[in-house]
């Protein structure tokens, strides 16, 4: 699968950002997105996952309930909307594609999951 993010920017903490991933079609090796993010100086860490099988989302708990993945299967784009953006949400945003033997956010936190990577888009948020 060949995953290509855009959409990155810089934002004022409280704002909010929509960053997109557009994908090549998948087949039955695949049936989890993903969206992941490096910030500065630290190590990637899965933020949303959406289990493709299901069509249901899950959450690293640092976001849920201010970001929200969402897919558009026609337009082959994966979404990420990001609200109340604080400084630590600085960071560079990866999407990418693998295959859970079981849907259960401990699998699809790991990065080792997946197979396929995008480039990534830099979000900022400054104060």
């Known amino acids: 699968v060949q995953l290509v993010e855009s959409g990155g920017d810089s934002v004022q903490a409280g704002g909010s950002l929509t960053i997109s991933c557009v994908y090549s079609?998948?087949?039955?090796?695949?049936?989890?997105l993903a969206w992941f993010r490096q910030p500065p100086r630290k190590k990637r860490e899965a933020v949303a996952a959406?289990?493709?099988?299901?069509?249901?989302?899950a959450y690293n708990p640092s976001v849920e309930g201010r970001f929200t993945i969402s897919q558009d299967h026609a337009k082959k784009i994966l979404y990420l909307k990001m609200t109340s953006l604080q400084p630590d949400d600085t960071a560079t945003y990866y999407c990418?594609?693998?295959?859970?033997?079981?849907?259960?956010?401990?699998?699809?936190?790991?990065?080792?999951?997946?197979?396929?990577w995008g480039q990534g888009t830099q979000v900022t948020v400054s104060t």
């Open positions: 079609d998948y087949t039955t090796t695949t049936n989890t």
């Open positions: 959406i289990y493709l099988n299901q069509g249901t989302m």
């Open positions: 990418a594609a693998g295959f859970l033997a079981v849907y259960i956010w401990g699998l699809a936190a790991k990065e080792s999951e997946y197979s396929d």
